[in-house]
């Protein structure tokens, strides 16, 4: 049976770990009419310890939670069989949380140390923690459940987007490897500031100032302007990007990815390839992700490029970036590829 009074919160998403943990301590007050005298240990803390603090009752009749951070009975999977015996202490635990004052809350709190970090949930202490405890997951957001958060979020303050808007957003977020919710509600917060009054819908202009300074944003708005072959908007943010060996190695993979989505394109739409082959092919070129935004972009520039020089500019990436793990390059030679090929526009 769940105790309302006993929560479990684990995963790499600071923001809705903080909301799960702000939710539990709104439900401990309002349940015990007070705020709850607050207790945190850490995670070397002995269980006897910890076990006598959520079991204490005050003598005034008020009301405590423990909250316990990176719970060792809680471990992280490494590989391997999960534990499927519970120790003495184990069990000596459980049976406490079961009799524990319903004037007191327990919350677990285990943030993943990385991102590819998981919580050993096949281990027996944590499927037996489940039977009684209120259980949060809180995972990292990429591309594909972040427009969820974003479009709640503007829903509770009466906005919403316009197809061009939300066509920004998605393509923009693709740049992202993980995308940090307090960041992006952040962005969110300024953006309502910066709109005039009375706006109910909010358009790609208007989301143009959004996440300025970023990498995954100079990187979304400097392959845009380049697929345009606009050096003038281009050449700005050449140092920053292409500045490092690190940057520079992950930048110029996503560029080679977006001129190659952007020939593909050119040679389904040559040979009349029927739409919905053509996103399937071309998903398999974007390594499974959809390419449903990203064509919005790929085009208003198709008529830019042919597919000659697309050959010639990935053949030349990809050349750069060998002679940079090779030592033989240095970073900012990326300048000299963009001044080349933006110094026209080709009309293919």
């Known amino acids: 049976m769940k105790h309302s009074n006993i929560k479990c919160i684990y995963g790499n998403e600071p923001y809705l770990m903080e909301r799960e943990e702000r939710r539990f301590l709104t439900a401990c007050q309002q349940r015990a009419g007070e705020a709850p005298e607050q207790t945190v240990f850490e995670k070397d803390v002995p269980v006897a310890t910890v076990v006598e603090a959520f079991q204490a009752s005050s003598l005034f009749g008020g009301s405590g939670l423990v909250i316990w951070k990176d719970c060792p009975l809680l471990p992280i999977k490494h590989g391997g069989r999960s534990r499927s015996k519970l120790t003495k202490e184990e069990t000596w635990f459980l049976a406490q949380m079961e009799n524990m004052p319903e004037t ?3 919350l677990f709190i285990t943030k993943m140390p990385k991102e590819t ?12 923690l489940s039977k009684l405890a209120d259980v949060a997951e809180c995972r990292p957001v990429d591309n594909k459940s972040v427009m969820t958060y974003v479009n709640d979020y503007l829903a509770q303050h009466n906005l919403s987007l316009t197809s061009r808007g939300d066509r920004y957003l998605r393509a923009l977020f693709q740049t992202w490897e993980t995308i940090p919710l ?17 706006t109910k819908q909010i358009d790609a202009k ?14 979304f708005t400097f392959t845009d302007y380049f697929l345009q072959r606009d050096g003038a908007h281009t050449l700005p943010f ?9 940057a520079f190695l992950k930048n110029t993979g996503y560029v080679i990815t977006r001129l190659r989505l952007l020939r593909a394109y050119k040679e389904l739409l040559a ?14 070129v974007n390594r499974g ?30 050349t750069l970036q060998l002679n940079i793990r090779r ?11 963009i001044c080349l090929y933006c110094h026209h526009k080709g009309r293919a």
Not at 206 to 219: V, Y
Not at 238 to 246: E, H, N
Not at 327 to 337: K, R, V
């Open 271 to 284: 040979a009349h390839c029927p739409p919905r082959q053509c996103d399937e092919i071309l998903t398999g």
């Open 238 to 246: 050449v140092d920053g990007l292409f500045a490092k060996q690190d």
């Open 327 to 337: 030592g033989m390059a240095a970073p900012i030679d990326m300048e000299q590829l």
């Open 117 to 128: 970090s998981k919580l050993d949930t096949g281990c027996v202490f944590f499927k037996e």
């Open 289 to 318: 992700k959809s390419v449903k935004y990203a064509l919005y972009s790929l085009k208003k520039v198709i008529s830019y490029w042919k597919i000659e020089e697309l050959d010639e500019l990935i053949s030349q990436i990809f």
């Open 206 to 219: 208007d989301l143009t100032a959004l996440f300025a300074g970023s990498m995954e944003k100079n990187l």
């Open 182 to 198: 307090m960041y992006v509600f952040s962005e969110l917060d300024k953006l309502q500031i910066m709109l005039p009054d009375g």
């Open 104 to 106: 007191n809350g327990l």
